[in-house]
């Protein structure tokens, strides 16, 4: 663990995402057309690729192979914990304020080190299978409330399992890529039969997502007190919703071209490592869960997390939401042993989202069909428009960060555009 009181040769601000405790992995090209892996550490990305060619990982497990020299970082994550922890040690020596390795070896430094500025970030994983929860108690109540009334919110299976349903990869996309507003068949209650358009209820879910770093066998279920040295770090996630498209077709097998058409991840992945000394205790579980699903220790962490719009004619977003990770229901522990419990074989560079993170007040839901409760309470933004879900032309920016003494550990943000369908 890097200490909180570490510094880097690298300024970093102190509002800065990037500081030497955080040290998140992402995929980069400098306008070469040239993709490898980057570190982002204050205001700049270091290039893996060229310090592995430099030697200076030499005495660590990644020694032989370049891993760094790719378009993906799942050769890296392949590697297993082991070789995770070697090499967040190794950079934070590299980039440590008394380590005159690469701060005073000029010819490297300028090769290796990036304004942030002045690359392109692409989507940081090749996704195998991508996986979305319903893990937030708050949220699946309101959700609940909305639909079946206050006393039958949650279903009878939700207080004893992560609920969740397999997404599609093909249409997870990184921040800054415009997401296109999906078609498909909606039904108004007073309508006598569906008919086909364009969503008119689009929706966003403030989520995070874990990726799997290495995977297990199909038949042989991954434990729940060995599930952490299996995830490699956390990305933040919105996963869009047509609303109206998923309410006519969801019964009985739930979530499909309502959901199917796009979900966007943040560029940068945090590490675990980053995100240890953040971790707390998750909301008291009541029923016990069974064994399977008992975890040694806390297993949740203090996020903090927020959700943005900007129409077209704003100059600057305005906040929709302020929520915590922390308030999840169900870890993300909890959430790959279930998965895998019936023999699901998981592999380097699955996807798993945590299901819309909603906190315990109005002002801490995470998706407009809470915040506008199902359109009956719009919101009105600087320009004087009304929101009740999203117009083509709106941004939507999520935000997250874990606050420490004196520095943050942060995720950068994902944000998309909404083009007309």
């Given amino acids: 663990m890097i200490d909180g009181a570490a510094t880097s040769w690298v300024e970093v601000s102190s509002e800065c995402d990037f500081p030497i405790q955080n040290l998140p992995y992402g995929i980069f090209d400098a306008n070469d057309k040239r993709l490898r892996v980057g570190v982002a550490i204050g205001d700049s990305v270091l290039d893996l690729a060229a310090i592995h060619d430099a030697g200076l990982f030499s005495n660590t497990m990644l020694a032989d ?16 914990r082991e070789a995770w922890t070697q090499a967040r040690q190794r950079i934070s020596e590299l980039l440590s304020s008394d380590n005159p390795t690469l701060r005073d070896n000029s010819a490297l430094r300028s090769q290796a080190l990036k304004p942030m500025s002045q690359v392109n970030l692409l989507m940081p994983v090749a996704i195998g299978d991508f996986t979305d ?100 770090g956390m990305v933040l996630l919105n996963d869009w919703s047509a609303r109206d498209i998923q309410k006519w077709e969801y019964v009985p097998l739930g979530p499909f071209l309502g959901k199917s058409f796009a979900t966007s991840i943040s560029p940068w992945v945090v590490t675990m490592d980053a995100l240890e000394p953040f971790r707390v205790a998750s909301p008291k579980q009541d029923p016990t869960p069974l064994p399977y699903l008992g975890l040694d220790g806390a297993g949740a962490f203090d996020i903090q997390l927020q959700a943005f719009i900007q129409s077209e004619k704003m100059t600057e977003p305005m906040r929709l939401t302020a ?8 870890n993300m522990f909890q959430q790959l ?16 989202g945590s299901g819309t993170i909603s906190g ?26 009304e929101r009740k879900f999203f117009a083509d032309g709106d941004t939507v920016i999520i935000n997250g960060w874990c ?18 369908a």
């Fill in 65 to 80: 192979e370049n891993v760094f020299a790719s378009s993906s970082l799942n050769g890296f994550m392949s590697k297993g």
């Fill in 133 to 232: 929860f319903y893990s937030s108690k708050e949220h699946a109540t309101n959700v609940g409330t909305m639909f079946r009334g206050k006393d039958n919110a949650l279903m009878p299976n939700w207080l004893h399992l992560p609920v969740g349903y397999h997404g599609r990869a093909s249409t997870v996309f990184a921040s800054g890529v415009d997401i296109r507003r999906p078609k498909g068949q909606t039904k108004a209650d007073e309508a006598a039969a569906p008919s086909f358009g364009a969503s008119r209820l689009l929706d966003f879910e403030l989520e995070m997502g874990f990726f799997l770093g290495t995977g297990n066998q199909p038949g042989e279920p991954i434990e729940i007190n060995q599930t952490k040295d299996h995830i490699f």
């Fill in 323 to 330: 929520t915590n990770y922390k308030y999840l229901y169900w």
């Fill in 337 to 352: 042993a279930h998965h895998t419990v019936n023999g699901t074989g998981m592999r380097t560079g699955d996807l798993c």
């Fill in 360 to 385: 315990p007040t109005e002002d801490s839901r995470g998706s407009m069909l809470e915040i506008c409760w199902k359109g009956t309470k719009p919101i009105t933004l600087p320009d004087g428009s």
């Fill in 403 to 420: 606050e420490g003494e004196g520095y943050r550990v942060g995720f950068g943000d994902v944000r998309a555009k909404i083009l007309p």
